[in-house]
C-alpha cells in the first residue's frame, strides 16, 4: 500500500512511467494489517501558470509543468519524439535536445531518491551478503534465522534507477543472490549495474515460494 502510493506521487511529480513489481506469493497471500492513511502523501505535480503553454518546456530538472484542461490553452500530448510543445519532429538537434531533457529528470528523480529509503539492509557479522528482492527477502531472514547464520541481509526496494548509491559499500565483497528465476536476472542487475562481485545465485523457478528450512540448507552451503 504505502510503495504504490510512493510509487504514484514520484509518477506525477516526475511525470515519468511507474510500474510495481509484485510477486505470486504475496498476491496469493491474505492478511489483516493496520494501514496509516495519513502516511500516503497526496501528489503534487508542478503546475503551469501564464499563457503560450508548453506541455514539454525545458526546466532546469527537465521536468515540465502541467496544465489540466479546461483551458484556454492547448494542451498536446505526443507519444512520438516532439517539439517543447507537443508537435511530432524529425529535427535531430531537437530530438537531442529533448533526450537531455528527460536525462536531467532522472538525475533530478536520483537526487530526490537518495533524500529516502530505497534499501532494506539488516547487518549481520559474517562478511558475505544476501541479495533478495520483494517476498523472498522473507524467506531468507526466515532461513538466517533458521540456520543461525548472520549474513548481512540486502533488499533494494526500487531496482530502476537502481540505488547503486547504497549498495558500493558492498561491491568488494562476496555476495549471494537469492532469487525466484531461471536466468539469474536480479543477479544481472546487481552485476551490471552496481557491479557488485556476485560469489553465488540461489535459484528456484517453479512457481512456488523459497521454503526457510530448504533454503537455510543452500545458504550454508555456499556462505
Not at 494501514?35 to 532546469?60: M, Q, V
Not at 502541467?66 to 519524439?81: A, D, G, N
Not at 536531467?104 to 541479495?131: C, D, H, M, S, W
Amino acid at each position: 500500500y504505502y510503495l504504490g502510493a510512493e510509487m504514484l506521487q514520484l509518477v506525477w511529480k516526475y511525470q515519468t512511467p511507474g510500474i510495481l513489481l509484485t510477486d505470486k506469493h504475496l498476491s496469493e497471500s491474505s492478511m489483516t494489517i493496520d494501514i496509516d492513511i495519513e502516511r500516503a502523501k497526496w501528489a503534487e505535480p508542478k503546475k503551469y501558470k501564464g499563457e503560450n503553454y508548453k506541455r514539454y518546456l525545458d526546466t532546469s530538472d527537465g521536468i515540465s509543468p502541467m496544465l489540466f484542461p479546461p483551458s484556454k490553452e492547448v494542451i498536446k500530448w505526443s507519444s512520438y519524439e516532439h517539439d517543447e510543445y507537443g508537435i511530432t519532429t524529425e529535427d535531430a538537434e531537437v530530438i537531442s535536445f529533448m533526450h537531455d531533457k528527460r536525462d536531467k529528470k532522472l538525475k533530478a528523480l536520483i537526487e530526490y531518491l537518495k533524500q529516502i529509503e530505497t534499501v532494506n539492509i539488516i547487518r549481520g557479522e559474517n562478511p558475505t551478503n544476501i541479495f533478495a528482492f520483494g517476498s523472498t527477502y522473507m524467506s531468507v531472514l526466515e532461513a538466517l534465522k533458521h540456520g543461525k547464520m548472520n549474513p548481512t541481509a540486502i533488499q533494494p526496494i526500487f531496482l530502476n534507477p537502481l540505488p547503486i548509491w547504497e549498495l558500493e559499500e558492498f561491491k568488494d565483497q562476496d555476495n549471494i543472490v537469492v532469487e525466484q528465476s531461471s536466468t539469474g536476472q536480479f543477479t544481472a542487475l546487481l552485476n551490471e549495474k552496481a557491479g557488485l562481485n556476485i560469489k553465488s545465485t540461489i535459484k528456484r523457478y517453479d512457481g512456488r515460494p523459497f521454503d526457510p528450512i530448504e533454503l537455510s540448507i543452500k545458504i550454508k552451503e555456499v556462505l
